[in-house]
């Protein structure tokens, strides 16, 4: 047979999707698995846009519709940015897309050539680095210190700058680390985007997720950022639509169109009635978010309290998402080892801090995007096997 992509063949696939399969199967084995490895609200999308689906698909709302999303879809995503983040787009700037995930891989196809460096800050969501390699561009690793609470300077972003540097991709609130980047220290990705005159891709997919007062800024609202700034947006987290897969880039003009133009020769579109059920997730009522918002922040408030209590774990503030990225301080096994330790012997399916690049070492991620009826399992279970490990 003839060989296969070997830039496919390069790429790793997914340690996070990989932890949540072994802990599905396990739980279908009889084993009573408390699932904290996937990254996925366990709230059932809000009835009013269930329903706004529903009337779409009887009322015929099944065919292609515009490749890069439907004049209500684009203007209520206008308005959107308007509204949250301070951001004047025209619906030309906007395309929607399956999902975030696809908003940034077109932003990727379309911002890069070959060899083409980005630097990506570390610990980073799993898909960034292999979706840039998909692209053939090099991803940096900009590593972030977990006793500097994972904070982004200029003078660390500067040091990885090199001539080949083309793109800056950025995650706040983030995954893993729950960080939600400060306006400092926006102003010096700002800063070194200008110096270089690099672009920036904003995955603010976790934008609505934040608790203690803290606030997500869209990099695109600083002075000089919206002409080269990528932001990218989508439903999956704040209304608990991951299956439905939608999502958006917001983009300068020449890039909007080439990213449309690559939609049209991949996935067409997303789908129709989906998009019918977007324009009623933005334009309706926003007390299903904060509703959801408020019991992710009950959960973190129990499990940050919980895990102080257990030797051997340390957790900085959670900011926002619903992750709780935890250091283990007593131990000298590496994170693979500790989350499969926690996956055979405490039950719990967790990621390890390694599926996040170098950085993450040492540290586990727990999503708390589950029951509280599961969390208190994990922790008791916790609590039991940590001073073992
Ligand atoms: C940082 C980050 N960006 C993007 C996504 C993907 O979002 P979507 O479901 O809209 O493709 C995820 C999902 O886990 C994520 O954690």
Redesign the pocket.
């Known amino acids: 047979m003839k060989p296969l992509s070997e830039l496919l063949q390069s790429v790793p696939g997914s340690l996070?999707a990989a932890m949540v399969q072994k802990g599905r199967e396990m739980k279908a084995a009889g084993l009573n698995v408390v699932n904290l490895a996937a990254?996925?609200p366990d709230f059932d999308t809000p009835r009013h846009i269930q329903e706004a689906a529903f009337r779409a698909i009887q009322a015929g709302d099944t065919h292609y519709p515009p490749s890069h999303g439907k004049p209500e879809l684009l203007e209520a995503i206008v308005a959107k940015h308007a509204r949250d983040n301070g951001l004047t787009f025209s619906p030309d700037q906007i395309l929607v897309t399956?999902?975030?995930?696809?908003?940034?891989y077109a932003a990727l196809a379309v911002l890069l050539n070959p060899g083409d460096e980005v630097l990506v800050l570390e610990p980073t969501?799993v898909?960034y680095s292999p979706m840039i390699r998909l692209h053939r561009a090099l991803p940096v690793s900009v590593p972030l210190e977990a006793g500097e609470g994972f904070r982004v300077t200029s003078e660390r972003l500067r040091a990885h700058v090199t001539p080949r540097t083309q793109l800056i991709l950025i995650?706040s609130p983030?995954?893993p680390t729950g960080r939600v980047f400060t306006r400092a220290e926006l102003e010096a990705v700002a800063q070194v985007a200008q110096e270089h005159d690099l672009y920036v891709l904003s995955?603010e997919?976790?934008e609505h997720i934040v608790y203690d007062g803290h606030r997500h800024i869209s990099p695109a609202s600083l002075p000089g950022m919206a002409e080269r700034t990528v932001t990218?947006n989508?439903?999956?987290?704040a209304y608990a639509m991951?299956g439905w897969?939608?999502?958006w880039l917001a983009a300068p003009l020449a890039v909007a169109r080439l990213a449309r133009r690559y939609q049209t020769q991949s996935v067409t579109c997303a789908a129709s009635f989906v998009q019918t059920a977007a324009v009623a997730a933005l334009n309706g009522p926003q007390e299903c978010v904060a509703e959801m918002v408020a019991a992710y922040d009950a959960r973190r408030r129990f499990l940050l309290d919980a895990l102080e209590e257990i030797p051997g774990l340390e957790s900085g503030p959670v900011e926002g998402?619903f992750y709780l990225f935890a250091r283990f301080t007593e131990t000298d096994r590496d994170s693979l080892a500790l989350s499969q330790l926690l996956l055979e012997k405490g039950l719990i399916a967790t990621t390890p801090g390694i599926a996040f690049g170098r950085a993450g070492e040492g540290h586990v991620r727990f999503s708390f995007a589950a029951s509280m009826d599961d969390l208190e399992k994990a922790v008791e279970r916790l609590a039991q096997i940590v001073p073992q490990l």
């Open positions: 996070t990254g996925e399956p999902g975030a995930k696809w908003a940034i969501w898909s995650c983030n995954n995955d997919i976790y990218v989508g439903l999956s987290k991951t897969r939608l999502g998402a």
